[in-house]
């Protein structure tokens, strides 16, 4: 009985499933904020690297990096979530895998760098967050639509 059970399982996993236009829909959004993000963090690279006095950190913080070393971070880490957004809208499979990878580390440097700019860092992790939720749970439906 435990083998039948097992076999459907793996019988199941090979056939092809209905897309969701929901899923479709939040994995292109998914891009979409990927690419917005990922420039408007590039841009907040750019202003730390030309004005190095913009962003001014709260005193006795752990993290206390140079305003050009933010500005290098930012700038990388935007331009890497911007072209992964691209990857992800044109429903590239490891675009979904990088997409979350990069969300990761994009929520974990914007965490650090609340003290320099609270509002701003607290709105990409929460963009970073739903990036994460709609490539890991509906990442397929949109390569799937695709097909």
Same mark, same amino acid.
């Given at each position: 009985?435990?083998?039948?059970? =097992?076999?459907?399982? #793996?019988?199941?996993?090979?056939?092809?499933? !209905?897309?969701? $236009?929901?899923?479709? $829909? @939040?994995?292109? +959004? &998914?891009?979409?904020?990927?690419?917005? /993000?990922?420039?408007?963090?590039? @841009?907040?690279?750019?202003?730390?690297?030309? !004005?190095? !006095?913009? #962003?001014?950190?709260?005193r006795?913080?752990? +993290?206390?990096?140079? =305003?050009?070393?933010?500005?290098?971070?930012?700038?990388?880490? $935007?331009?890497?979530?911007?072209? /992964?957004?691209?990857?992800?809208m =044109? $429903?590239?499979?490891?675009?979904?895998v990088?997409? %979350? %990878?990069? =969300?990761? *580390?994009? &929520? *974990? /440097?914007?965490?650090?760098?609340?003290?320099y #700019?609270? +509002?701003?860092?607290?709105?990409? %992790?929460? %963009?970073?967050? +739903?990036?994460?939720?709609? *490539?890991?749970?509906?990442?397929?439906? *949109?390569?799937?639509?695709?097909?």
């Open positions: 009985m435990a083998q039948g059970a =097992a076999a459907s399982q #793996y019988e199941g996993a090979s056939e092809s499933h !209905e897309v969701s $236009g929901w899923a479709v $829909g @939040f994995t292109l +959004f &998914a891009g979409v904020m990927m690419v917005m /993000a990922g420039g408007f963090q590039a @841009f907040s690279g750019l202003v730390a690297l030309f !004005e190095n !006095e913009f #962003y001014v950190a709260t006795n913080y752990l +993290f206390q990096f140079d =305003a050009t070393a933010w500005g290098w971070i930012h700038l990388l880490f $935007g331009i890497a979530v911007l072209l /992964a957004g691209f990857a992800v =044109a $429903g590239q499979t490891w675009a979904r990088v997409g %979350i %990878i990069l =969300a990761v *580390l994009s &929520a *974990l /440097a914007n965490f650090t760098f609340i003290p #700019y609270p +509002f701003w860092a607290l709105t990409i %992790i929460a %963009i970073d967050i +739903f990036v994460i939720w709609a *490539l890991a749970v509906h990442g397929r439906d *949109l390569h799937d639509a695709r097909a």
